[in-house]
């Protein structure tokens, strides 16, 4: 009695299991045909059907995949999200059905050439945003979206999926499917029932695309004095090698597990945890992440409408410093940027600016660094000493699990559209300082190290500090002498500002009162000015303004640039006189006047904001280029060793050399050459310091003292 009760028991868990199976394929059946309902009859705001369109042009365009938009699918239905919560596999296996059940009636020929397990729906903009370091064991399993940087991208690989084996005995053909991505042989032939080794038929076998990436925190998501958190994503299909490193990426994707091993080949309880990844957005703009609600736009056109706007965004830069109101209105253009332009012979012309601080300690350069990290969306902040040339640009790393070589992005790819900030400049090591030229001219990272050759982007503002080398800055001396950097570096900075701690009681005194009102909670303006702009804020504003405002330079702001420039260069007529400025300073005053019109949200660049821009450059020029010989501009003060003057007599006492030693004379006295400079009409301090500087490069030698001689070279 007591087995024929179990058996009815048994019978009806049996029935019970039949019968939660047949509702699961009828729930799965009717989410199936829902889907295709969507793809049919979606439509968007303007009232097409984007969704039926796409379909239509897969075949087409030869593409295997269809993007949906998880807020277009849940807003259709939401039986879609809570399919996609509770059970996420079946979930995206049957909005793949769907996709081919269409397509089998659309296009057949085209579902039987590239096979129906590789076409699959794409799933973006998922609703369950995780961020990477809040990543925990519950998520396992479930379809998440995460966001951070690529920092390093393996090779493509092919992955068997279907393979099909040749016994070598009855040369019987066996499918088998592989499983977990983990190569499976049939055990033994199901046709002559030996065990033997098999043959790959490649040909009839099926491979896709394979990468595996590692995605990491963005700057601005990390929390102060924390590591970033990063995680391995799989790529498989037509998604990967879609991005590279250093780009800003979304992932949508299931969380799975690999078990951990230890050292002795043990397996460990703990597991590694990766993301299969479903679909992939690759934000490109700088600003695309920020949220603006309806009253933030209000706030935005009101301000942009405010006839004083430039001044209170500069007002805004940096409010707990005191004063250097030229060199915050410079950073506040460096923040907006100008206009990227791109020719059809394939010429681009950068809009980003760079500008280096130059200055006595204690002149709050630091603090504005930071503020502008913080205040930039892709801010990074470095200091000089403790950085590299690969952790500036990208380094080639050895991956310990495929042991391929892999390029991981460093801190001017990971700003890339942003800001690096980069302080204590001139305490670089020179062969890591010379990593960013190209960075800073072409916007790009170009690497060729242990087989890897690869350019990234680095489409980056450069905002550097750096200090004098003799402690403070030395007016007389010439800006390489002052922080030793090199001319070619120094020429690719747009504006450079020295900022000197000079005595003077009355500013000194307003100085203190200023810092230390601050230190008794006083607010860092005056009464009757308007309070400097919320960060926040002033973030959301830069990001609509570098969204949707593309300010074109007008023929009188054209007009203004030209004159400025032609009417400098003409001082250098003739040879003899010092060049004032070159076509690099003419490109770096319309980007200033573009930033200048995007501060504004104008779509032209106006006469004001060209005028605006030579003042600045006025103002940078004649605190770095003015020969205090001369006392004129002269911008080989910035791009040369020399300045014109001191090459002026330089060559006077290269000739003098050359034509004494013509005479028979090998070693010149060093009295005869200064007397010579002298009776030119050139002082005895200056040609002492020029012939002292030739001998440091070598150009002279000094065999004895009181002689001098020409380098043979």
Known sequence: MNIELKVVCLDREVKKLWDALENMTVEMDSLQERFEEFLRTYKDNQGSTVYWSRVQQLSIEGETSLV???????????????????????????????????????????????????IQVRIVNYS????????????????????????????????LISARFLCRVCMTEIPQEQEEGRYTEPPLCPTCGKRTPMRLLLEKSRFIDWQKVRIQESPDELPPGQMPRSVD????????????????????GLLQTTPDFSRRGGRLATFNVFIEANGVEITEKEYEQIEISEEDMKRIENLAEDPYV??????????????????????????????DKAFDDGTKLRGKSNILMIGDPGTGKSQILKFVAGLATRGLYTSGKGTTAAGLTAAVVHDSETGAMTLEAGALVLADQGIACIDEFDKMDPNDRTAIHEAMEQHTVSIAKAGIVATLNART??????????????????????????????????????????????????????????HQGKPPYEKDEDPPLHPDFLKKYIGHANNHVKPVLSQEAAK????????????????????????????????????????????????????????????????????????????????SKMSAAQRSISDVIIKTMRDLESEGMSRVDKEAVVQRAIAIGHSRERAEEIIERLLA????????EGKISLSQK
Do not use: C
Request: charged residues 30%; hydrophobic residues 45%; aromatic residues 6%.
């Open 128 to 159: 369950e945003n995780v961020p990477l370091r809040y990543i925990r064991s519950k998520h396992i399993g479930r379809l998440i979206r995460i966001s951070g940087i690529m920092m390093r991208a393996s090779e493509v690989k092919p992955l």
């Open 560 to 639: 203004v640039i030209e004159d400025f420039y032609v009417e400098l260069r003409r001082e250098a007529e003739g040879g003899a006189a010092p060049v004032p400025i070159t076509a690099r300073q003419l490109e770096s005053l319309v980007r200033l006047a573009e930033a200048r019109a995007k501060m504004a949200l104008r779509s032209k660049v106006t006469k004001e904001d060209a005028e605006a821009s030579l003042n600045l450059m006025e103002e940078s020029l004649k605190m770095v280029a003015i020969d205090p010989i001369t006392g004129k501009r002269d911008i080989d003060r910035i791009v």
């Open 310 to 339: 430039h001044q209170r965004i500069i007002n805004s830069i940096a409010p707990s410093i005191q004063g250097h109101l030229r060199i915050k209105e410079s950073i506040a253009l460096l923040l907006f940027g100008g206009v």
């Open 461 to 518: 503002s450069i905002l550097a500090a750096a200090n004098p080398t003799l402690g403070r800055y030395e007016p007389s001396l010439s800006v390489q002498d002052n922080i030793k950097l090199p001319f070619t570096i120094l020429s690719r900075f747009d504006l450079i500002w020295i900022m000197v701690d000079t005595v003077e009681a009355t500013r000194d005194r307003k100085l203190a009162s200023f810092i230390l009102g601050m």
């Open 68 to 118: 949906v938009d998880f807020e277009d699918l849940s807003s259709f239905d939401l039986v879609f999200l809570d399919s996609a919560s509770e059970d996420p596999q079946s979930f995206l296996e049957t909005a793949n059905n769907a996709l081919v059940s269409i397509l089998r009636i659309e296009d057949p020929d085209y579902v039987k050439r590239i096979g129906e397990d590789t």
């Open 697 to 704: 490069d070598g150009t002279l030698f000094s065999p004895r």
């Open 233 to 252: 994503v799989v790529l498989k299909g037509d998604i990967v090698d879609v991005s590279r490193p250093g780009d800003l990426v979304k992932i949508t």
